[in-house]
């Protein structure tokens, strides 16, 4: 059966209120409306059009009801970018030590046109990825230690802002490290020609390019998701 | 009763009600009401947001099930973590009664003061 007008109506404004977190969104959509069609159905004239309004009424202001869920959901969103933007300092650690060993592996020596770009390159590539892991282990344990409050109020909302800040200062040095990490293993795939010893850096260094734009990515989104929750707020 | 007076103590009744099975939101309302005598008819949007903070604290899991008029629906069951808190709950709420019910007794019997 499907859900008749008012009901799919307030189901959409719920859904379209929490739209800065779409799993969310649905789920809850499909509970209100479930709730409001046994809501009516429960009534001794489920047909009568006062009694579908009734309901409704009964259940709230669709603005008011998603504001309730404000605190969690942000405080949700803000723990989700700390893990994922933790994972990709992880993946880019792994990417970058698997192709140092493998270096060493195949018995590739560095010329002395690597050498001398590594000697300028590696300290800002470390320094880089440092930041990135310091940022990332900074943001997860911020977020893990805040608690979302029951109503939503303005230090809570500087909180999120902080952390999603810390996430993109993640995402920024990942892609420094990440540029510094191209230049160095460019040059010396450059030099190697085709060379089936280079497959192993070329695909580690693709995986870089891919955690750290995702990352980015991935920040750049949550800020927008944050941004239109924060309207919710206001 | 008072709105505000229950919203502190939504997180018990809720789990109390699912100590019968399992149920989804409206049908936890429902039984708060039957249960509470009617007493306790809360306003019908507030239940959610209880219902997921108890999940996100591990008291709660749910599934979503087909009901029988083929809707989706969301169905909630009592963890033994809830059923642990549930029992920290009812041991609370006794001691509180119980004092309250011996303050409330006291001051019945006790005799008037006299300032002399």
Same mark, same amino acid.
Request: charged share 20%; hydrophobic share 50%; with cysteine.
């Given at each position: 059966?499907?859900?008749?007008?008012?009901?799919?109506?307030?189901?959409?404004?719920?859904?379209?209120?929490?739209?800065?977190?779409?799993?969310?969104?649905?789920?809850?959509?499909?509970?209100?409306?479930?709730?409001?069609?046994?809501?009516?159905?429960? $009534?001794?004239?489920? %047909?009568?059009?006062?009694?579908?309004?009734?309901?409704?009424?009964?259940?709230?202001?669709?603005?008011?009801?998603? $504001?309730?869920?404000?605190?969690?959901?942000?405080?949700?969103?803000? $723990?989700?970018?700390?893990?994922?933007?933790?994972?990709?300092?992880?993946?880019?650690?792994?990417?970058?030590?698997?192709?140092?060993?493998?270096?060493?592996?195949?018995?590739?020596?560095?010329?002395?046109?690597?050498?001398?770009?590594?000697?300028?390159?590696?300290?800002?590539?470390?320094?880089?990825?440092?930041?990135?892991?310091?940022?990332?282990?900074?943001? @997860?344990?911020?977020?893990?230690?805040?608690?979302?409050?029951?109503?939503? %109020?303005?230090?809570?909302?500087?909180?999120?802002?902080?952390?999603?800040?810390?996430?993109?200062?993640?995402? @920024?040095?990942?892609?420094?490290?990440?540029?510094?990490?191209?230049?160095?293993?460019?040059?010396?795939?450059?030099?190697?020609?085709?060379?089936?010893?280079?497959?192993?850096?070329?695909?580690?260094?693709? @995986?870089?390019?891919?955690?750290?734009?995702?990352?980015?990515?991935?920040? @750049?989104?949550?800020?927008? $998701?944050?941004?239109?929750?924060?309207?919710?707020?206001? | 009763?008072?709105?505000?007076?229950?919203?502190?103590?939504?997180?018990?009744?809720?789990?109390?009600?699912?100590?019968?099975?399992?149920?989804?939101?409206?049908?936890?309302?429902?039984?708060?009401?039957?249960?509470?005598?009617?007493?306790?008819?809360?306003?019908?949007?507030?239940?959610?947001?209880?219902?997921?903070?108890?999940?996100?604290?591990?008291?709660?899991?749910?599934?979503?099930?087909?009901?029988?008029?083929?809707?989706?629906?969301?169905?909630?069951?009592?963890?033994?973590?809830?059923?642990?808190?549930?029992?920290?709950?009812?041991?609370?709420?006794?001691?509180?009664?119980?004092?309250?019910?011996?303050?409330?007794?006291?001051?019945?019997?006790?005799?008037?003061?006299?300032?002399?």
């Amino acid at each position: 059966m499907r859900p008749r007008e008012p009901i799919a109506e307030f189901g959409s404004a719920v859904a379209r209120e929490l739209s800065f977190d779409p799993r969310l969104a649905r789920r809850l959509r499909a509970e209100v409306e479930d709730h409001l069609q046994e809501a009516v159905a429960d $009534r001794a004239d489920p %047909h009568d059009e006062n009694r579908l309004a009734e309901v409704i009424c009964a259940f709230g202001d669709p603005r008011a009801f998603a $504001r309730q869920f404000l605190t969690t959901a942000l405080l949700s969103l803000a $723990r989700r970018a700390a893990a994922v933007t933790a994972l990709a300092v992880i993946g880019m650690f792994g990417a970058m030590e698997a192709r140092a060993a493998w270096y060493g592996w195949v018995n590739w020596p560095a010329s002395d046109h690597v050498r001398a770009a590594n000697a300028i390159g590696h300290p800002v590539d470390r320094f880089a990825f440092m930041l990135a892991a310091a940022f990332a282990l900074s943001t @997860l344990a911020y977020v893990i230690t805040r608690r979302a409050p029951a109503h939503f %109020h303005a230090t809570f909302g500087w909180e999120i802002g902080f952390s999603v800040k810390l996430n993109a200062a993640v995402a @920024l040095a990942l892609m420094s490290a990440m540029a510094t990490e191209l230049v160095l293993t460019g040059v010396r795939l450059f030099e190697a020609g085709l060379d089936a010893r280079a497959l192993v850096p070329f695909v580690s260094l693709m @995986l870089e390019v891919v955690v750290a734009g995702g990352s980015l990515s991935y920040i @750049l989104i949550m800020m927008s $998701r944050c941004s239109r929750a924060l309207r919710l707020a206001a | 009763m008072e709105g505000e007076m229950l919203k502190g103590h939504l997180d018990m009744i809720v789990l109390a009600a699912l100590v019968g099975g399992p149920a989804h939101g409206y049908g936890i309302i429902q039984e708060i009401k039957r249960r509470s005598g009617g007493a306790f008819d809360l306003p019908e949007g507030t239940i959610y947001p209880t219902l997921h903070r108890l999940e996100k604290a591990g008291h709660l899991a749910s599934h979503w099930t087909t009901a029988k008029s083929g809707r989706k629906r969301r169905v909630y069951k009592m963890t033994r973590r809830g059923e642990r808190a549930l029992s920290d709950h009812r041991a609370l709420w006794q001691r509180f009664a119980d004092a309250i019910g011996g303050l409330f007794g006291e001051k019945a019997r006790a005799p008037a003061r006299t300032h002399s």
